[in-house]
């Protein structure tokens, strides 16, 4: 399973990214990455078993709530050449 979430709010400037990554390492069966968009919005792609992705965004959402306005989410392809989770762009 992959999903494409696209962040909203005061996401940019705050850590976010950084404490993304941090939140990824406590689920090693996640791929992906977190980057920031002009338009001011985070977008992250979280890869791996359902349960897996989904229990990592829960705590994203728990932990960095107080930032988030909106949240996005579509599932899309999952991607089996993503190692690990980065920050990039």
Not at 7 to 20: C, E, I, L, M, P
């Amino acid at each position: 399973m992959a999903k494409l979430v696209h962040y909203s709010g005061h996401v940019q400037g705050v850590g976010f990214r950084a404490r993304t990554v941090g939140i990824a390492r406590r689920h090693p069966a996640v791929r992906g990455w977190v980057r920031n968009l002009a338009d001011g919005r985070v977008e992250l792609l979280a890869d791996g078993p359902a349960d897996a992705v989904e229990a990592f965004l829960a705590e994203v959402r728990d932990r960095l709530g107080d930032f988030i306005a909106g949240e996005a989410a579509t599932e899309c392809e999952p991607d089996p050449t993503l190692v690990g989770f980065q920050v990039v762009g």
